[in-house]
């Protein structure tokens, strides 16, 4: 029990981060890491932010892709957002 409910404090700090950022803008810019072909520093748009993760929107290899940043991934490092 102790390790969700220091999981579930790390997921809410980071979800305040991401409110404080997007208090100030909506872009930000994402680096994808677990993919074979990675993403760096993609600008992209907010468009939700959830209790476990971030919804956002990004132009990649001229496609609009939408999708979500779980908070898990960004502990890993396996997504890295600049602002934070």
Do not use: W
């Not at 990004?58 to 779980?70: G, H, P, Q, R, S």
Request: charged share 25%.
């Amino acid at each position: 029990m102790i390790s969700t409910n220091a999981t579930n404090n790390q997921y809410l700090k980071i979800k305040q981060q991401i409110e404080e950022v997007f208090k100030k803008t909506d872009l930000i810019h994402v680096s994808i890491n677990n993919r074979r072909n990675r993403i760096k520093e993609a600008p992209s748009k907010i468009v939700g932010i959830y209790d476990r993760f971030v919804c956002v929107e990004a132009k990649v290899n001229n496609y609009l892709e939408k999708f979500t940043i779980n908070y898990n991934d960004l502990l890993t490092n396996n997504v890295i957002i600049k602002e934070l």
